[in-house]
């Protein structure tokens, strides 16, 4: 397992990535628990060209991380 490395913004940041994945009912945590799943597989979004991961968080949810 790897640690994955995530730049956060500011928490009260309207713009801003944690507020989104709250709007997801998602945590910090929970996202970085799908980053470090060992069976998170990666692709490349067909919508943004991004990079997406899917993963499991501690709970067993399955989320994608663009």
């Given at each position: 397992m ?6 956060w913004d500011l928490d ?6 944690v507020?989104h994945?709250?709007?997801h009912d998602l945590t ?8 470090n ?5 990666t692709?490349v979004?067909r919508?943004s060209?991004?990079s ?6 501690s709970d ?7």
């Amino acid at each position: 397992m790897h640690d994955a490395i995530v730049i956060w913004d500011l928490d009260d940041d309207p713009d801003g990535n944690v507020v989104h994945i709250a709007e997801h009912d998602l945590t910090k945590d929970d996202v970085l628990d799908a980053l470090n799943d060992p069976n998170m597989k990666t692709d490349v979004s067909r919508s943004s060209g991004h990079s997406i991961s899917f993963g499991a968080t501690s709970d067993g949810r399955f989320i994608a991380v663009v």
